[in-house]
T-cell receptor
Framework: DAEITQSPRHKITETGRQVTLACHQTWNHNNMFWYRQDLGHGLRLIHYSYGVHDTNKGEVSDGYSVSRSNTEDLPLTLESAASSQTSVYFC????????????????FGQGTRLTVV | GQSLEQPSEVTAVEGAIVQINCTYQTSGFYGLSWYQQHDGGAPTFLSYNALDGLEETGRFSSFLSRSDSYGYLLLQELQMKDSASYFCAVRVNSGGYQKVTFGIGTKLQVIP
């Protein structure tokens, strides 16, 4: 079965370190997204990609970067981790489609809980 | 940009019906989705409305009024396992592509 997996599931890192969170999907979806989830803020979009070599900034992109070298993977890098980046991170993917089609939902990974100390 | 409003918490009794509302302000609107998330889990898709009206999937129904920028999720015959957070999300046109923005979520507590 197709799936989307994130690793690691839990990570503790120190302030200032570079951290990379992995996201791998086997749906063959063109669209991939990274969100962070914090109490009172819901899911906020960090970066997204509509295909290989395409990346775009979301609403909370400062301090984060992504790269898309193939369809399956969209790793998220925290260049210099800060305590404000302690959060749960979700990766999601969806297929490209027109606006009136069903089945355009996003499929989410299980999340990565990141703690920056 | 986009903004969505939904209640932060709702409590309902097992077996009852509950409605979770969502209002949105956005441009390039394509459709409204609903996701369920249990504590510690990942959001999972429930429903998607692109056109006005009601979509029914088992105990869950979702409604959209594009003219009112309003939608709701209706849960019938509530079960204890329905206790979760429910997110509405707008799908919008962003530079020719689609982007999804989520609300802050409504925490539903089902009580016996």
């Amino acid at each position: 079965d197709a799936e989307i997996t994130q690793s690691p599931r839990h990570k503790i890192t120190e302030t200032g370190r570079q951290v990379t969170l992995a996201c791998h999907q086997t749906w063959n979806h063109n669209n991939m997204f990274w969100y962070r989830q914090d109490l009172g803020h819901g899911l906020r979009l960090i970066h997204y990609s509509y295909g290989v070599h395409d990346t775009n900034k979301g609403e909370v992109s400062d301090g984060y970067s992504v790269s898309r070298s193939n369809t399956e993977d969209l790793p998220l890098t925290l260049e210099s981790a800060a305590s404000s980046q302690t959060s749960v991170y979700f990766c999601a993917s969806s297929e490209s489609s027109g606006p009136l089609r069903r089945g355009t939902e996003a499929f989410f990974g299980q999340g990565t809980r990141l703690t920056v100390v | 940009g986009q903004s969505l409003e939904q209640p932060s918490e709702v409590t309902a009794v097992e077996g009852a019906i509950v409605q979770i509302n969502c209002t949105y302000q956005t441009s390039g609107f394509y459709g409204l989705s609903w996701y369920q998330q249990h504590d510690g889990g990942a959001p999972t898709f429930l429903s998607y409305n692109a056109l006005d009206g009601l979509e029914e999937t088992g105990r869950f129904s979702s409604f959209l009024s594009r003219s009112d920028s309003y939608g709701y999720l209706l849960l019938q015959e509530l079960q204890m396992k329905d206790s979760a957070s429910y997110f509405c999300a707008v799908r919008v046109n962003s530079g020719g592509y689609q982007k999804v923005t989520f609300g802050i979520g409504t925490k539903l507590q089902v009580i016996p």
